[in-house]
Each structure stands twice: as C-alpha cells, then as structure tokens.
C-alpha cells in the first residue's frame, strides 16, 4: 500500500512539474493573425488513403460586387495521403460566393467525388470536381 501512495505521489509530481514547461506566446505576424481569423472550414472528408479538408477564406469587403460589402471567398482544397511521410497537395479556386459543399463521396479509394455550388449574378451554379492527391478538376456524374 505504501509503495502504491509513494508512486501515485510521484506521478501527480511528474505530471505538475511537465505542466510548468508550457510556453505561451502572442503572434504578432500580422498575416498569420488575419489568416487564421478569416478562415473556416466547410468541410472534411476521409477515404480509405486519403483525408480531404475543404476551407474558404474572405476576400476584401465588397469583393462580390453588392453595394452591402459582401464579400467572395477563396476555396482551398487540401489533400493528404495517410502514411508517415504523406503526399499533400492544396488546390485553390478563386473569387466564389457564397459556397456551400452539398456532398462529397468516393469514387475510389484515391479519389472523391465533391459537388458545390456558388452564386454568380443572383444565380446559383452547380460545381462539380474530382479530386486526387495530384488533381483537381471538373467533372461530371
């Protein structure tokens, strides 16, 4: 029983002391600032060997051509295989608004299927792409 209180001591003793090593820091890079408060994630999605995250960031207010400021997005698309040292890519489309992911499926294990749509002149337009670790593209299904 002693030797169970004194090792239980020890271990709430390693566990503050590895605590008191954290290091906070405020980021003053103004880009990284902007960046990581702008953007938001639509999306993610994982196949057998690959894992799929969808985000758009804001442009300038105005940038979707409306007198109230409203603003276009641009839609990243970041790719990675499963594996230690995994392949990545990241795809961009530009100038988009208001997007929405309406599904995204596999056609295999290395590729999904992602449809969305996007409004253009009071419009909605429907996207549909094909995406790889190496490509994407627009596609048809």
Known sequence: ?????TIFGILIFSI??????V????????????????????KEFK?????IRIYQIG??????GFNNGEITHNVYFAVSEFDEQPNQSLFQIKNLYAVEIVKIESKNSEC???ELTY?????????RLELTISE????SW
């Open 1 to 5: 029983m002693k030797s169970i209180i």
């Open 16 to 21: 503050s002391f590895a605590q008191s090593n």
């Open 23 to 42: 290091e906070i820091e405020t980021i003053k890079d103004v880009e990284t600032i902007k960046l990581l408060n702008q953007i938001e994630l639509l």
């Open 47 to 51: 196949t057998e060997n690959i894992s």
């Open 59 to 64: 442009n300038e207010t105005g940038s979707a």
């Open 112 to 114: 999904s299927l992602i």
């Open 119 to 127: 409004t253009e002149n009071k419009n909605k337009i429907k996207l």
């Open 136 to 139: 994407l593209k627009k596609a």
